[in-house]
């Protein structure tokens, strides 16, 4: 089973940049598909990225695309999402998740999640 911690969030004005990161222990992270996920106060988890596990494939939300980049790096078994040009409506906790199987857009599909990193976005 693997375990998975995010960091990075943080408070920023509209217009910077942020990178969470997404550190793996347990199980080499090169095992899964991951995704990136965002909630909202009073809203549901909605996807944001994922990325397959050999890298080669990556999807995105229509409201993250252009502006977001999900890569990982094996050797340090961990995923990043790359935020720039952020907008207050980018404001939520971040979560990241891993599956073994499908590269899913859905939180239904992911098996294991972190416990998410808080990103607020001032005007």
């Known amino acids: 089973q693997v375990q998975l911690v995010e960091s990075g969030g943080g408070l920023v004005q509209a217009g910077d940049s942020l990178r969470l990161s997404c550190a793996a222990s347990g199980r080499p992270l090169s095992s899964y598909n991951m995704g990136w996920f965002r909630q909202a106060p009073g809203k549901e988890r909605e996807f944001v990225a994922a990325?397959?596990?050999?890298?080669?494939?990556?999807y995105y939300a229509d409201s993250v695309k252009g502006r977001f980049t999900i890569s990982r790096d094996k050797f340090k078994n961990t995923v990043y999402l790359q935020m720039n040009s952020l907008k207050p409506e980018d404001t939520a906790v971040y979560y990241c998740?891993?599956?073994?199987?499908?590269?899913?857009?859905?939180?239904?599909?992911?098996?294991?999640w972190g416990q998410g990193t808080q990103v607020t976005v001032s005007s």
């Open positions: 990325i397959s596990w050999g890298g080669g494939s990556t």
């Open positions: 998740a891993a599956d073994p199987r499908g590269l899913g857009r859905t939180k239904n599909e992911y098996a294991y």
